[in-house]
């Protein structure tokens, strides 16, 4: 069956450092996958996706990027953190065939930045 | 602008008692319904889906949601809620047939169920 793992699970980290967030998927070959943020009372919001190695796609400018290294590895990173990015994140994996519509999410990372 | 609505943020019932979560959606081509659970401490879980056929779905754990295509409309019910039930809720709505990342979700409804 397949697994989705996000690390860490908690992340503090100072306004300017660097941030890595990493999340992969096992079981599938070439799937979709998603990179999503979670606000409190404000739903799901897609940051990025990708549909194979080295393709990604941005839904919203900021100060986040994202890089898909490996068929089964999707990382979310920046450069210099701002205190916006706090949030918990979410990464998601959905079949490559068009017919599997549903997403499958991991478990998160809460990122605080102060 | 294409979005989906969750009317109520915050629903505290009592055990037994029958849920009701609203969910519409501002799109009018096809669409690919869902509801995802998120109990506390956990992921986000499918619920149920909807892709075509009898409106009416079924999913786990008793629950069901009724796709009103006249109306926009997804909600999701439970005829008899327990204090398991406790949890948020979140509608989402796959818009267009082929392009499966443009998938909006709702604000989230939490459920909070007294035994």
């Known amino acids: 069956s397949q697994t989705i793992h996000q690390w860490p699970a908690t992340l503090v980290q100072p306004v300017g450092s660097p941030l890595s967030l990493e999340c992969t998927v096992e079981g599938t070959s070439n799937p979709n996958l998603y990179w999503y943020r979670q606000a409190a009372g404000r739903g799901l919001q897609l940051l990025f996706y990708s549909v194979g190695i080295g393709q990604i796609s941005s839904e919203v400018p900021q100060n986040l990027s994202a890089s898909r290294p490996q068929d089964r590895q999707f990382i979310l990173s920046s450069k210099k953190l701002l205190l916006s990015d706090s949030g918990f994140y979410l990464c998601?994996?959905?079949?490559?065939?068009?017919?599997?519509?549903?997403?499958?999410f991991g478990p998160g990372t809460r990122l605080t930045v102060l | 602008a294409q979005s989906v609505s969750q009317h109520n943020h915050h629903v505290i019932l009592s055990e037994a008692a029958s849920l009701e979560l609203g969910c519409n959606y501002s799109y009018g081509g096809t669409v690919n319904l869902f509801w995802y659970v998120q109990y506390p401490g956990q992921h986000l879980q499918l619920l149920l889906k909807y892709f075509s056929g009898d409106p009416l779905v079924k999913g786990i754990k008793g629950f069901e949601a009724e796709f009103i295509k006249s109306k926009f409309s997804f909600n999701l019910r439970k005829p008899s809620v327990q204090w398991s039930d406790t949890a948020e809720y979140f509608c989402?709505?796959?818009?267009?047939?082929?392009?499966?990342?443009?998938?909006?979700f709702g604000a989230g409804t939490r459920l909070t169920v007294k035994p």
């Open positions: 998601a994996w959905s079949p490559a065939v068009a017919a599997y519509n549903e997403q499958f």
């Open positions: 989402a709505v796959k818009m267009g047939a082929r392009n499966n990342n443009d998938m909006r």
